[in-house]
């Protein structure tokens, strides 16, 4: 009776497996939002390339991707051609410059082309820190009502769109047919 003791290491190496077993059925990639289902926070930031400033506003009326991204960010330069895509689709994107260089911001869309309806410049972070933005590039999409309904972390490609987003991108368009 006085061996039961000797199962405890059994008994802690099955909890130990539970664990561990549950983490393998979990995406290493899946960044948990906070603000899902929560409007974009508010903000004022000057437009890149132009003498005026948006806000929060931007997002109300119709749906929208927010991209965030950056010269500095190869994951960027690799989604680029895909936000062009989508625009030239009817996708509306609305870019945020993330701590980058204006002018670098501007020569690069005038060489790889501008996706953007509008692209704001976040050169302090302040509102990348406010979605919770954890690097470039990140795409949150917006409903018409201004409401973040889903967030990818890295690079959106044909793959992600279809399988993930386009679904969700789709069923907001509805929602917003039937108001």
Not at 73 to 89: I, T, V, W
Not at 110 to 124: F, K
Not at 137 to 160: F, M, Q
Request: glycine share 8%; aromatic share 10%.
């Amino acid at each position: 009776m006085k061996r039961w003791w000797l199962f405890v290491p059994l008994l802690v190496f099955f909890v130990m497996s539970v664990f561990l077993l549950r983490g393998l059925g979990r995406d290493p990639n899946a960044m948990p939002s906070a603000l899902i289902d929560k409007p974009v926070p508010a903000f004022e930031l000057a437009i890149l390339g132009g003498d005026s400033a948006a806000n929060q506003s931007v997002f109300l009326g119709e749906p929208s991707l927010l991209n965030v991204w950056a010269t500095w960010c190869a994951s960027c330069r690799a989604e680029h051609p895909f936000f062009n895509k989508l625009s030239s689709e009817g996708v509306r994107v609305i870019g945020l410059n993330y701590k980058d260089d204006p002018n670098a911001a501007l020569r690069w869309l005038e060489r790889l082309g501008n996706p953007y309806a509008l692209s704001v410049m976040d050169l302090d972070g302040r509102l990348g820190m406010d979605l919770g933005v954890f690097g470039a590039p990140e795409t949150y999409v917006v409903d018409s009502r201004g409401i973040i309904r889903a967030k990818h972390v890295g690079v959106l490609d044909e793959t992600v769109w279809q399988e993930e987003l386009l679904p969700l991108w789709r069923q907001i368009q509805q929602d917003q047919v039937k108001k």
